[in-house]
Every structure is written in structure tokens, then in C-alpha cells.
């Protein structure tokens, strides 16, 4: 409902045709009259067939449904935790139950693949209440909003004279506070927002939260418009959408600069491409560019966040883009915004390894030759010789602050390493692709980095869900033909939804596997 009419004092189409409306995104429910004496009508109820993304979490009751039934639910992460459905007085004992997640110890009637929606039949005994409850709770996939730590509390973040010395890899399942590990998946929101706070804390500055209502999208032919307001300030953001033949929606993959998979990979394959232009933002490069930080279009909006380093810029970014495809929605952009993808190569694949872990809307990341400060951990760099480590990397990047205080042996200090970075990936799916032939690139420090982090999916029995193939023998930003499998795999997987495309066991890596002692770095 749109609540044009619904105004004081008293406006009866607006007033109770928006609280129905409302009450429709959380409740649908349907009765089929019997047409004659042998066969009893036919309830059926719809449990949260259009959750708003605003409403991630929350509770609703009294919601009456057709044929004479009160439901009441509880919902968190987007996706049911349970549901209570009280029968009123003449009621019939038996009814129909539809969800989109499958549910516990109810008889399967059926399941629409189009809809992705279950069916089942749900009986009564007596006049006791169904309590319904999800089958086991599935690890999403992808969520529907930016940050699901949004509103958690901030962890403590020490001083430097306050922080001990590291030598091995942080543990990324301890709580910062030192109070012990997560012991469950339901626990990973608060410790992922815990990382996530760090991160910006001491290294890239802080990648602020927008409204929806802040964001103003359009499309002029195939081109996505993004104006994002900040008082009375605004930036303009805009893309080009690159559509495959048919109608839509289709999932999307996001090239950070520009897509430096090749064609080839996307030729059979019904996927859109856009290319961020990430000096839409603050106008810099890799080693170029504009480096007067105060002419960048984002510290006009943000002039207090002049010190942030470039990648939670860019991150920033990219989240306006998907924040304009969810606004105007898969009937006017032709996006499924359930199936978007990210990648880039080199400075660009740290900013999609930083998109992808600051923004859980993207369900798949691909950092090609990320280097260092990208997947590969600054402790592990630290160590080796000829490589882009936390002393030899570009500030116009990162925070000046962390080289200044975190530079030499004073990088055990850190709190956290690259591998949670790339652990905030999880549960969505991540791929990072490495070569050997450029020794600047630090990929042993990669390997152990993504080891490192396969830890925490591996931890929620995701672990097909990561995955490095690590190769030399061809240029820069030019992926081998021996690599294209495991790019393909993860494609079809996680963007097309293709089960059969096997991603296990995805750790290729024969300059370092059983040659770098995992061991050294890794105690937890």
C-alpha cells in the first residue's frame, strides 16, 4: 500500500487498507469453500510470504486468518524461528500450511520450485495450539540486507599499549573480549560484527550506514542511476547493466573497476554484468589519480571521514549500487538481487574481497591476485621477502594510521588478521585465485590466510562454500584455462543455483600445499 489516503481524522480505504496490506506481507491465507457435503473446506495459510528487508527480525500476533485461526510468529535473520496457530470455535482441525522454509514434523504436500515455497498439511489435536517450528535451521546462502550486525554494540578496541603481542593468526571464533569462542552458528552475527568494527577501527575508517530512504534509483535504458543523499549533499552513482538474451531476472555479477574474468566464462551462461567505476567515488586508482582527498565525492557527504583509507570507500560504493537494484526491484532492473556476485583483480580484488565481506547481500566474491592487503594475512607477509606487506602498500588505500602504528614487528599487535576479512565472508561463498609468477603478490601468504579462514565455515559444515586455486603460468589479471573449472563451479552453484556443480574440496595450490607448515600460523 502506498498510505497516500491513510491521514487523520479518519480515511476508511487508507486506514484499514494499509494495516491490511502490512498485515499481507507477514500473513496470506486463503479458504476453499466445499462444494458439496462429502469433502470439508480447506484452509490455507501462508506464513511470511513478503518480509520486508527493513523487518530482518521481529514478532507479530493476533493476526487472524480465514476459516477461523489466529497466527502468531517470531522471525530473526529473515526467515522463520516459529509460528503459533490457535483454532477458534468451529474451526476445522486439519488446514494447509505454506512457507518457503521447510518445516519440522508436518506432512509434505507438495513444493513449488518456481515459488520456492512448501506446502504441508498440519492437523490439530484437540485444542491445543500447532506450534510450528522451522526443520533444521538452514544456514542462508545470502541475506537481504547490508549488515545483520547492524545495532550490535561495539566491541572494546584497545589502545595500542593496550594490545598483546600475536605471533600466530588470531583466532576468528574468539570473542574480542577474551570470554571464549562462538560455539554456534546463531553466535557468528555478533563475532562477524566484531571483525567487522576492528577492521575499519585500525585499518580502512568507517563505512557508514545509509537509509533506504536516502537513496534515490532509476533506470534510463540499460543504465542504473543512484543518487544517495547525505543532508543536503549528494553523489551520483552510475552503471551500466550488461543483460544476456531473455527476460529476467537474472543474477548479476559486479566487476570491481571492471570484470576481469573472461568472456568465455559468461558467454553460455544467463548471468547481467555492470562495472563499478569506483572513482565515482573518491577519484583514485591503483598508485594514481586524484590523491587531494577532500575533492572526493564521498568526503563531500562524509567530510568528518576525510582519513578513511579508499576500500571502505569503494565498499561503500558498491552497497549504493545493490542498495538502488533492491529499491526499484527485479521488475524494473531485471536483477535478482538474491544471486549477486562480485570480483576483480589485483587493487581491485582487495575491493572486492572488501565489498564482498561488508556486504551480506552479496552472496558470492571472487578476489582474483588479491596481494597483499587482500586475503594474504599482513602477519604471514610480514615474513616473507619481495612482497606487498603492511609496510609496502599504497596508504591511499588503507588508513594512514595503521602503517604508522602497526609497521614492522609491531604488526603482532593487530588484533585480527586478513583471514577474518575474508572470514566475514561466511556462510556466503568465496573464491580467491592466486599466481605464483608474481612474487609481489604474496600468495603463500594468501594460502595460509584463506587456510586459515576455511576454519570458520568448515566450523558450520559449510566448507564448500570456500574454496583457492593458486597457480602460475600465464599474466596478471589473465586467468589460466586450468583454473576456469573452479571459477565455473562456483558460478553455477552460487549465482545460478545449480546443486550439481561440486565445489568441495576446492584448495589447489601445488607450490605451497604440504610445502608452508599450516601449523606455524594456524593454533586454533
Known amino acids: 500500500p502506498n498510505l497516500f489516503d491513510a491521514h487523520p481524522p479518519f480515511q476508511i480505504d487508507g486506514n484499514f487498507g494499509a494495516t491490511a496490506g502490512i498485515a499481507e506481507m507477514l500473513m496470506q491465507s486463503e479458504l476453499t469453500i466445499a462444494e458439496n457435503g462429502k469433502q470439508k473446506d480447506v484452509a490455507t495459510i501462508h506464513l511470511l510470504p513478503a518480509l520486508p528487508s527493513a523487518w530482518w527480525e521481529g514478532s507479530v500476533s493476533g493476526l487472524c486468518a480465514r476459516g477461523g485461526y489466529e497466527v502468531a510468529m517470531q522471525w530473526s535473520d529473515g526467515v522463520l524461528q516459529q509460528a503459533t496457530i490457535t483454532r477458534k470455535a468451529g474451526a476445522q482441525s486439519t488446514l494447509r500450511l505454506r512457507s518457503a522454509q521447510p518445516l ?72 574480542s573480549d577474551g570470554s571464549g569462542r562462538v560455539s554456534s552458528f546463531d553466535q557468528w552475527k555478533k563475532r562477524r560484527a566484531e571483525i567487522a568494527q576492528e577492521i575499519q577501527h585500525y585499518e580502512i575508517g568507517t563505512k557508514p550506514a545509509v537509509n533506504p530512504n536516502q537513496i534515490k534509483a532509476r533506470m534510463a535504458g540499460d543504465t542504473l542511476i543512484v543518487d544517495v543523499h547525505v543532508g543536503d549533499s549528494v553523489a551520483t552513482l552510475w552503471t551500466v547493466i550488461n543483460y544476456p538474451q531473455g527476460e529476467g531476472p537474472f543474477p548479476l555479477m559486479i566487476g570491481t573497476s571492471h570484470n576481469s574474468l573472461p568472456n568465455e566464462i559468461f558467454r553460455n551462461r544467463p548471468i547481467a554484468r555492470l562495472d563499478y567505476n569506483e572513482r565515482q567515488v573518491n577519484g583514485y586508482g591503483q598508485f594514481r589519480g586524484n590523491t587531494d582527498r577532500s575533492s572526493y565525492s564521498f568526503v563531500h557527504l562524509y567530510p568528518e571521514l576525510i582519513d578513511n583509507g579508499a ?46 565481506a561488508f556486504d551480506e547481500r552479496v552472496a558470492l566474491t571472487i578476489a582474483q591476485e588479491p596481494g597483499g592487503g587482500g586475503a594474504a594475512a599482513w602477519r604471514v607477509s610480514h615474513t616473507l621477502e619481495g612482497v606487498e606487506d603492511l609496510d609496502k602498500t599504497d596508504y591511499h588505500w588503507f588508513k594512514e594510521s595503521l602503517r604508522e602504528t602497526f609497521h614492522g614487528d609491531s604488526v603482532y599487535r593487530l588484533p585480527y588478521d586478513h583471514h577474518e576479512l575474508c572470514a566475514m565472508i561466511c556462510p556466503r561463498a568465496f573464491l580467491m585465485l592466486g599466481n605464483t609468477d608474481y612474487q609481489w603478490l604474496a600468495d603463500e601468504s594468501g594460502y595460509v590466510s584463506v587456510n586459515a579462514a576455511r576454519k570458520v565455515w568448515q566450523e558450520f559444515g559449510i566448507a564448500d562454500r570456500v574454496g583457492y586455486s593458486i597457480l602460475g603460468g600465464h599474466p596478471h589479471c589473465m586467468l589460466s584455462e586450468y583454473q576456469y573449472a573452479e571459477v565455473e563451479a562456483f558460478i553455477d552453484k552460487f549465482l545460478l543455483g545449480d546443486g550439481s556443480a561440486d565445489t568441495r574440496d576446492i584448495g589447489i595450490s601445488p607450490d605451497f600445499k604440504n610445502k608452508t607448515r599450516l601449523d606455524t600460523w594456524i593454533k586454533y
Open 104 to 175: 519440522k514434523g508436518l506432512k509434505q504436500l507438495q513444493y513449488y520450485p518456481a515459488l520456492g515455497v512448501y506446502e504441508y498439511e498440519a492437523t490439530f489435536k484437540g485444542n491445543k495450539p500447532l506450534v510450528i517450528t522451522p526443520a533444521a535451521t538452514a544456514i542462508p546462502l545470502v541475506y537481504k540486507v547490508e549488515n545483520t550486525g547492524a545495532g550490535l554494540p561495539a566491541p572494546v578496541l584497545p589502545s595500542f599499549d593496550e594490545l598483546p603481542e600475536v605471533r600466530s593468526l588470531t583466532d576468528p571464533l574468539a570473542w
Open 311 to 356: 576500500y571502505s570507500e569503494w565498499a561503500w560504493g558498491v552497497s549504493r549500487l545493490i542498495d538502488g537494484l533492491q529499491q526499484l526491484g527485479p521488475a524494473v532492473t531485471r536483477i535478482d538481487t538474491e544471486h549477486i556476485g562480485v570480483t576483480g583483480c589485483s587493487y581491485a580484488g582487495k575491493m572486492a574481497l572488501f565489498c564482498g
